[in-house]
């Protein structure tokens, strides 16, 4: 199965986001965007596991205290940036996410699964390219939205999700809660 680690989002949050998805779907056919209940945000990103790791990695995030911390969801870029474009995404505001993202990652390379070979940076994927990059007119589109507020929340809880793939896309169920 595979699997990963991940901050769900609220429905006003999801909402401003899927606003966002419906004004800029038209500008383009080069992206595909992210199902709107999809949409989360990504600590740690475990892969393809037997169903048997799933208790050591329970024993391993149990232990995890952090303080609930506050995120906001503002503007929107592009990974690896605007000249070839793979990823669309809305910008976070959040302190202490990128050293939970870390601990999450340190306790995950304890149990032998790989350590992030890139910086952790915290964002929402909102569109992928469907095949090598996205075309530049949502890059034009998005333009109007590099500074807009999606709205604010506290985070509580950390997720650890499966994820089936399916041909309409993955399908996302949480396995386990951790309370910050």
């Known amino acids: 199965m595979r699997a990963f680690i991940a901050i769900e989002l609220p429905?006003?949050?999801?909402?401003?986001?899927?606003?966002?998805?419906?004004?800029l779907r038209p500008v383009t056919n080069s992206a595909r965007w992210v199902a709107l209940d999809s949409i989360h945000i990504t600590l740690k990103f475990v892969g393809e596991i037997p169903e048997k790791r799933i208790a050591e990695i329970d024993t391993a995030l149990t232990g995890l205290t952090w303080k609930r911390f506050n995120v906001t969801v503002r503007g929107v870029g592009f990974f690896p940036g605007t000249r070839s474009p793979r990823v669309f995404w809305?910008?976070?505001?959040?302190?202490?996410?990128?050293?939970?993202?870390?601990e999450i990652d340190i306790r995950m390379e304890r149990l032998g699964f790989d350590k992030e070979k890139r910086a952790f940076r915290p964002h929402i994927t909102l569109a992928?390219?469907?095949?090598?990059?996205?075309?530049?007119?949502?890059?034009?589109?998005?333009?109007?939205?590099?500074?807009?507020?999606?709205?604010s929340f506290?985070?509580?809880?950390?997720?650890?999700?499966?994820?089936?793939?399916?041909?309409?896309?993955?399908?996302?169920?949480?396995?386990?809660?951790y309370v910050l």
Not at 154 to 177: C, D, H, M, Q
């Open 11 to 23: 429905t006003k949050i999801r909402q401003a986001l899927g606003e966002i998805q419906r004004e």
């Open 90 to 102: 809305a910008g976070l505001a959040a302190p202490t996410m990128k050293e939970l993202a870390e």
């Open 128 to 151: 992928r390219a469907r095949d090598t990059r996205i075309d530049s007119s949502l890059v034009l589109g998005a333009a109007d939205y590099e500074e807009h507020d999606f709205g």
């Open 154 to 177: 506290t985070v509580g809880s950390v997720f650890l999700f499966k994820s089936t793939l399916k041909p309409t896309g993955a399908v996302y169920e949480k396995l386990k809660e």
